[in-house]
């Protein structure tokens, strides 16, 4: 949230701006709407990046996930050991 900052406007439903008067301290009610939708974009962004990453791990693309995760990453900590050892 840094590069100063800029007034907007858009409106909020009725009760929900009532809501935010009665349960935030006048002053800092554009801190706590900033924070919520500051929040609510990143959560976007994310749902974003889960869908459009979404079947890209495939077998066809990966085959040496085929016989699963963990075997695949038990081979990967085998050989790394291995390396660890043979540069002693």
Known sequence: MAG????ANFTL????????????????HSKVVSR???N?????RFMKALETSFGAWTIA???????????FIRSLRK?????????R
Do not use: W
């Open 4 to 7: 100063g900052t800029r007034q």
């Open 13 to 28: 439903p009725k009760d929900l701006l009532e809501e935010l008067k009665s349960a935030v301290p006048k002053g800092t």
């Open 36 to 38: 919520a939708l500051h």
């Open 40 to 44: 609510e974009l990143t959560r976007l």
């Open 61 to 71: 693309a990966h085959p040496e996930l085929a016989q699963g995760t963990k075997r």
């Open 79 to 87: 050989s790394t050991r291995l390396r660890t050892r043979a540069s």
